[in-house]
């Protein structure tokens, strides 16, 4: 597996230090993770960074994993030392998505996990042949089920339905692309795809970050895309 | 399509929490405390609340302008003091640096072994507790839509202000739904002011929770309520909804006889502003 192409608008384009997406591989290249980090969080970038990272260390999504994520975020800070209003939005939690895409080479397979409204699409020969977890563009209107910096909030880990809920495994081959992507464009392209436009077939195609880019900055001012932090990541086999 | 303004840094939306401060608020709801007590109490927290939401690791975010006006025996005032008395709306970073003081309080928290322990808090305090005199509700509802005007002129792109107006007592200066209507004629490009009315009760009289018609309502000062509120928009709607209420596209933002635990409900419905960025 490659990362073909990743890019990622934030959504103040003049504050890119202030994008809260994450996406990050494995050197070995069995894990591609991505993860999008909520707006009303105290520090949803550190935490949805985490959230990659372990992902990438092949420790999957687990209540084990995500609680060993709990731990690595609780010691970025000390909650004596913050002020009143830091430290409540501390203990509020932080809250991010997460889809992480682990390649079994020997299976011709990838398992993608995915938590939240983050989306990937499977194309083979550049036909849609998998949509996960939405199946409708509608669906990113409802309230997703997100990883949180607290533990009691991750219940949904140990759900006995967990796997057939967020967990897909899809063949794949040299002539399959897998896109990964947070929301705002995941619900752009479930859109065009749902309307039969075919301008979602540029996420097959786009190879440079300046068009990229672009392509974000138009789509929000002709309000076709949600301005969000906005991020593609396309890999191959 | 309205309501739909993303709130952002540039384009903040604005609170304005209008208070009735009559001495019928003196009178003593569920156990010891006033109705003034208790609205009181709400109002900081979900004032603590909405600072929290803004507040990231690098600092607040004025993803808000609030302010609060309370009304009765000396009219209308500006519910702030001290730093935040000069004017009306601030936005949060103003409101998180200055409350009046800070409280020590308790609250009961799990101990991990199936018991709970008492935990102390911090809880912070901007507005306090005013039992007083009549019931100015027309002066209030002109004051709102003075500042109201200047915010939104200010903020043509914004999601438009909301209203948030406890009372529990009929108007002494006259009609105010003249004035209501005024009120929700204010907007920005995004839609018009929200007002939301919510009447407590210190009786034990059943709550009419964000209705869709007149028909039920007990009493002309009920439906006065109910024609001064506006329709909740549809993201309200969905959230009222999640919360176990029966609402649709028809309901209004008012709540009648409310009690404790609807007022809290209240203030947490109607601060839910669509999507923060």
Redesign the interface.
């Known amino acids: 597996m490659f990362v073909d192409f990743a890019a990622s608008v934030a ?2 384009s003049d504050a890119e230090h202030l994008n809260e997406d994450s996406y990050l591989f494995s050197l070995d290249g069995r894990v591609a993770s991505l993860s999008d980090g909520a ?5 949803s970038k ?1 935490w949805a960074a985490i959230l990659c990272a372990i992902s990438c260390a092949g420790l999957g999504v687990s209540p084990e994993s995500i609680s060993q994520a709990v731990k690595e975020y609780a010691a970025i ?1 000390d909650p004596s030392t913050l002020s ?6 501390f203990e ?1 939690g932080n809250f991010a998505t997460l889809l992480s895409c682990e390649y079994n080479k020997e299976r011709s397979e990838v398992e993608v996990v995915a938590v939240g409204d983050s989306v990937v699409i499977i194309c083979e020969n550049s036909e849609l042949t998998r949509r996960f977890p939405f199946d409708d563009p509608e669906q990113f209107n409802e ?1 997703p089920e997100l990883l949180s910096t607290r533990n009691d909030l991750n219940g949904f880990l140990n759900d006995p339905f967990f796997n057939t809920k967020h967990v897909l495994v899809s063949p794949v081959s040299s002539r399959t692309a897998v896109l990964l992507m947070t929301d705002a464009i995941g619900h752009w392209c479930y859109k065009a795809i749902a309307e039969r436009r075919e301008e979602w077939r540029l996420l097959l195609s786009i190879d440079s970050v300046v068009e990229f880019n672009e392509f974000v900055l138009e789509s929000r001012k002709d309000k076709v895309m ?3 932090d906005t991020t593609l990541v396309r890999l191959r086999f | 399509m309205t309501y739909t303004a993303s709130i952002q840094r540039s384009d903040p939306t604005a609170f304005l929490f209008l208070v009735d401060q009559s001495g019928s608020m003196g009178d003593r709801m569920a156990g010891e405390r006033t109705k003034a007590q208790f609205v009181a109490d709400v109002l900081n927290r979900t004032l603590m609340n909405l600072v929290t939401r803004c507040t990231k690791s690098e600092g607040v975010r004025d993803y808000f302008d609030i302010g609060v006006l309370g009304y009765g025996h000396s009219g209308v005032s500006n519910g702030f003091s001290g730093a935040l008395g000069g004017q009306i709306l601030h936005p949060i970073s103003a409101i998180e640096a200055n409350p009046l003081l800070i409280e020590d309080r308790t609250k009961k928290v799990p101990d991990g072994t199936g018991g709970l322990v008492e935990q102390t808090v911090k809880f912070p305090v901007w507005f306090q507790p005013v039992s007083n005199g009549g019931t100015p509700m027309r002066a209030a509802l002109t004051s709102a839509a003075e500042a109201l005007v200047a915010w939104c002129d200010q903020h043509p792109n914004s999601y438009p202000p909301t209203v948030l107006h406890v009372t529990d007592g009929e108007s002494t200066d006259g009609d105010p739904e003249e004035l209501a209507t005024m009120l929700r004629q204010i907007g920005t490009n995004d839609g018009q002011v929200l007002l939301l009315n919510i009447h407590v009760s210190a009786n034990d009289s059943s709550p009419i929770k964000f209705p869709a018609s007149e028909n039920g309502l007990p009493d002309p000062y009920a439906k006065l309520l109910f024609s001064m509120s506006s329709n909740l928009p549809e993201h309200l709607v969905k959230f009222a909804q999640e919360k176990g209420y029966f609402v649709n596209s028809e309901s209004r933002g008012f709540v009648f006889n409310a009690d404790a635990a609807e007022i809290v409900e209240f203030f947490d419905i109607g601060t839910r502003a669509s999507q923060l960025r």
């Not at chain 1, 707006?39 to 520090?43: I, M, R, V």
């Not at chain 1, 009143?84 to 939005?89: I, L, Q, V």
């Open positions: 959504k103040d707006s009303e969080s105290f520090d550190s800070y009143w209003s830091k430290s409540m939005a509020r309230r949600k301005i969000d």
